[in-house]
């Protein structure tokens, strides 16, 4: 190799190595989900449900929109947000909290089918909406804290509030970590879940 040629060479091993250098440095990322809360076994071992069960319209739950980031977030501080380094949510956050949440309720209401789209064909007999009006994960407290409002709508006749409640949550984590975050939330939605069930089994 002639020297003019090891010159103009020497850039670009040192731009492979920089390269090189960059990509091993760089941490992994991490996909979190929320755990399963739902316990398999009891939904296994539950009782089959009659034929003619009532039917419960199950609205999606609403969460603060300052969470609906591919970002896991957490509350840094009263006015201010933080995202745990270098990790994301491998789904839409609000599609994992649908999915758990409607499993840990119907674990609770063996009596009722639930609906989660197009119920109006089967004439239900009640629906259900969940507003989670906060949902801070407080990451110097390793706690969640959380509030919820839950409503049983009519769908005979006029919608009309059958029962309504606001509920406040406080769960703790047990790590500094994203994964603690996780499993808290999935603790949560299982209590909304159990409240929820109550007012629904109240409704008349």
Excluded: N
Excluded at 39 to 65: D, G, K
Excluded at 70 to 94: H, K, M, N
Aim: some cysteine; charged content about 20%; proline content about 8%.
């Amino acid at each position: 190799m002639t020297a003019l040629k090891r010159w103009a060479a020497r850039p670009l091993h040192a731009a492979l190595i920089l390269m090189l250098a960059a990509c091993a440095s760089t941490p992994p990322q991490v996909l979190l989900t929320l755990p399963p809360g739902a316990s398999a076994a009891a939904a296994a071992a539950a009782p089959a449900a009659p034929a003619a069960v009532r039917v419960l319209a199950v609205s999606r739950p609403e969460i603060p929109e300052y969470l609906l980031a591919r970002r896991v977030r957490y509350r840094a501080e009263t006015s201010t947000l933080g995202e745990w380094p270098d990790t994301f949510w491998a789904e839409r956050i609000e599609i994992g909290v649908a999915r758990e949440f409607t499993a840990a309720l119907r674990e609770r209401l063996p009596g009722w089918r639930l609906c989660e789209a197009s119920c109006s064909e089967q004439s239900p007999a009640a629906s259900l909406q969940v507003v989670l009006t906060r949902m801070d994960y407080l990451r110097s407290e390793r706690r969640l804290k959380a509030s919820a409002r839950i409503t049983v709508w009519s769908t005979q006749g006029a919608r009309v509030p059958l029962r309504a409640g606001e509920f406040s949550f406080d769960i703790p984590g047990d790590a500094d970590t994203p994964q603690s975050q996780a499993r808290a939330s999935t603790e949560l939605l299982r209590r909304v879940a159990a409240e929820a069930a109550t007012l629904v089994a109240a409704a008349p």
